[in-house]
Nanobody, 127 residues
């Protein structure tokens, strides 16, 4: 049973920084390719960032590139998303996702690539 648990969300002001994290547990011995997605009210779920299980290839949405940084600690089965220079447009529920089918070198932008999802953590940025 693969489980993903996000944490670190909260209420911040525009210009502030926030770090959300995701801890993964499951039956496999290898780390997963991981992604972060977000969904705001009235909008479709959108890709934010991804990182591969091996070599740590990364992929970012244009809207967050240069502001957000995805990282991982395989020893702790944890992936992080450091969010800087936050704006109200970043307000959303942030979800982490795990790719159970990849070979370890994928950092996909497509939600269909991911097999497991966390419950999400709310990030609210006030103006």
């Amino acid at each position: 049973q693969v489980q993903l648990v996000e944490s670190g969300g909260g209420l911040v002001q525009a210009g502030d920084s926030l770090r959300v994290s995701c801890v993964v547990s499951g039956p496999t011995f290898s780390p997963y390719n991981m992604g972060w997605f977000r969904q705001a009210p009235g909008k479709e779920r959108e890709f934010v960032a991804a990182i591969s299980a091996r070599r740590f290839y990364t992929n970012y949405a244009d809207s967050v590139k240069g502001r957000f940084t995805i990282s991982r600690d395989n020893a702790k089965n944890t992936v992080h998303l450091q969010m800087n220079s936050l704006t109200p447009e970043d307000t959303a529920v942030y979800y982490c996702a795990a790719d159970a089918r990849g070979t370890g070198y994928y950092a996909s932008r497509s939600p269909t690539q991911y097999d497991y999802w966390g419950q999400g953590t709310q990030v609210t940025v006030s103006s």
